[in-house]
């Protein structure tokens, strides 16, 4: 370790005040000048440097949302510690202002010591805003009392140093905001909470496999947490967008492709929830879109996907006859045959059934007083008395699909999962649908979504 002298020291301070003033003179403007306040003999290294940096890109992105130009920025990079200045348009008092909030940001911006000087080259002190001075390191006094008083020890501001660069360290494994962060988990949750309510007809679910013999509870754990990464990227990109809402949805089917891979590799080639991927992505997207500003109601979120999505049916539905038979997918040949949009329809309207059906009667139903589960199962069963499963109607045809229909309605005209008679009559469907190898796996991903919004709103208002 290289002894640092005061000679150093204050050849360091020379060279910043030189360096503060060249840019005064060209610019005539405010400047700001960022420095590290590192207690003990070591005041450079690697993660001090990322940590100056760091403050200066999050004061740039201050800077553009209040409008302020940087016309110039300069770094020095000495054993003394690492610094740099910004010859910045805008009011001077907005920007210290500004700098204030970054040095109260986090555990670790107390490393950090941002000055700021007018035109004329005053600087601004934190006193002449009405603003407290700082606090030290270790205790709640003012830090220039500590100093003085040499109230704490060289190692004790050493250790204290050393938590902080930690905290900025562990900091920086975090590539989102808190937002991002959010939506994304509660996406997840309700990827799992779909699987795991129980009793679902046809379903996977804690009891058996369904009408699936190629997938169990299991894999759609393991799916689950393979698309999880995908979940924070598509809330990511709608955290991010600038633009339109409709030019997210380029974007969303990229992320989604990797998604369909990771998951596909996690299940080894079982496909378990690509569908839900495609909906629950545009819904994450639009959710933070969204929130990015201000709390956000569902009704808002469905407006922004059904948003996203205008035209989604006649760009890659409707110019299906000019394809060969034999190239279309699945839900392509349903559109052909039945006229049936699918999942691409729901998402243009706005994904009516979970507006109208979903998530009143999930509310509903858990103000009656019934648990997550049983009201998750009695939200399937309802969802399933009007949705055009185009699961059901792959396997099945039209004539299967309105008698699951009928009997889902038959349940809930009895009470569903809010009476006995309810619960039996769902626990003898799931015994017919496995007989009879139907799998309303459409309406099983229009759940997840569905608690997906209620979740939104619940945790919003908290």
Known sequence: MQEITLEAVLEAKERLASLQAELRNCYHLPLVSFTTNIPGPVKDSPTIRRLLRHAVDEFRSMAEGMGCS??????????????????????????KHACVRLEETGFYA??????????????????????????????????????????????????NVQERLL?????????????????GSWAVEAMLMEAACTPA??????????????????TFQMSTSALAGSMFRCAAAGHNHQGFSRELLPALRYIGKDGEQQMLTATKGVNTQKGLMFLL????????????????????????????????????LSPLALKQPDRLTAGEKLYMQYGVP????EVEAGIPSIRHQGLPVL????????????????????????????????????????DVQKRAKCIMDIGGMLTDIGKQQIIALDEVFIARNISPGGVADLLAATYFLYLVEQKQSM
């Open 70 to 95: 940087i016309q110039e920025e300069r770094f020095l990079y000495r054993l003394t510690g690492p610094a740099a200045v910004l010859a910045v348009g805008g009011d001077a008092s907005r920007l």
């Open 201 to 218: 007809p046809g379903l996977v679910d804690r009891d058996n496999a369904g009408a699936h013999r190629d997938m169990d509870f299991f």
């Open 167 to 183: 905290a900025f360290t562990a900091a920086g494994t975090n590539p989102w905001p808190k937002s991002v962060w959010d939506i």
């Open 363 to 402: 509310k509903l139903a858990l103000a009656a007083g019934l648990s997550l589960n049983d009201a998750l199962v009695h939200t399937l069963m309802n969802l399933m008395t009007v949705v055009e499963d185009t699961t059901i109607l792959n396997r099945h045809g039209m004539e299967i699909l309105l």
């Open 281 to 316: 992505g545009i819904l994450t997207a639009a959710t933070a879109y969204n929130t990015r500003n201000a709390a956000v109601t569902a009704g808002q979120i469905l407006e922004t996907v059904a948003d996203m999505t205008q035209g989604i049916v006649a760009r890659e």
């Open 110 to 159: 107390r490393l950090l010591d941002i000055d700021v000087f007018d035109a004329g080259g005053r600087q601004l002190s934190r006193s002449s805003l009405g603003q407290p001075e700082r606090t030290c390191f270790i205790c709640p006094e003012a830090a220039v009392v500590c100093r003085r008083s040499g109230r704490h020890t060289l190692e004790e501001l050493g250790r």
């Open 342 to 345: 699918g999942i691409r329809g």
